[in-house]
């Protein structure tokens, strides 16, 4: 049985594989692994079916026989943990991949994501222009910090792994903001991931969800 994953039915992003399922498509491509996917809408994500998965009514989950997982970063862990390819073997090398992961969810995105808040979901606020510049500081002092530690290094540390698929996926947040532009390294850096095999197997993957989805309107 392959383990299955849901996605969303009709992707926000309009294909630009902003969607979180995008990072465990990826891992699943690094680490040559065949998935199911199965698509829900916006309705069905809060229905109970979906929520005794995902008790926030978010994607992607991850079933794979009494197995049920969610958040994106618990995934990719477990798909890294089981299949050869996203950790290192050497005991050192590879709990430094696994703070990578944790940094690039909890140090680095949380800021991008703010800035996603303010931008759309807060949009009317009377306080949002104000705040903006404060947030996009914020992520600026992040992503300083980042490119000083990556350097002219190709990836995180030593050789790619989970910790750099979370945090190319998490830095592409940034694409349309023109923040990473900034950085040249880090824009680099994000550039080499999106030119991985594996990531372009995902991304075409994704993609035509909503091609499909946008057809068939």
């Known amino acids: 049985m392959l383990p299955i994953i849901t996605a969303f039915e009709r992707s926000p992003d309009r294909g630009k594989g902003q969607a979180r399922d995008m990072r465990v498509r ?5 680490v040559g692994q065949p998935y199911d996917v199965r698509l829900v809408s916006f309705e069905e994500m809060k229905q109970p079916a979906h929520r005794a998965l995902q008790p926030f009514g978010q994607i992607p989950t991850y079933e794979e026989g009494s197995l049920v997982l969610f958040e994106t970063g618990a995934i990719v862990f477990h798909i890294a943990e089981r299949h050869a390819g996203l950790l290192p073997q050497e005991p050192n090398a590879r709990a430094r991949a696994i703070g990578w992961m944790f940094c690039a969810l909890n140090t680095v995105e949380a800021p991008i994501l703010e800035l996603q ?5 807060e949009a009317n606020e009377r306080w949002t222009e104000a705040r903006l510049p404060l947030v996009k500081d914020r992520i600026r002092d992040r ?13 995180l540390d030593g050789g790619f792994s989970a910790g750099d698929l979370l945090m190319v996926t998490v830095l592409r947040r940034l694409n349309i ?3 990473l532009d900034e950085y040249p390294n880090l824009a680099a850096y994000v ?18 969800v909503f091609t499909a989805a946008s057809a068939g309107r």
């Open 191 to 208: 550039a080499r991931g999106e030119a991985r095999p594996a990531f372009r197997r995902a991304f075409d993957a994704q993609l035509a």
């Open 177 to 179: 903001s023109g923040l």
């Open 26 to 30: 990826w891992a699943f491509e690094e």
């Open 117 to 121: 808040v303010a931008k759309f979901a």
């Open 143 to 155: 992503l300083g910090q980042l490119s000083a530690r990556l350097g002219d290094a190709e990836w």
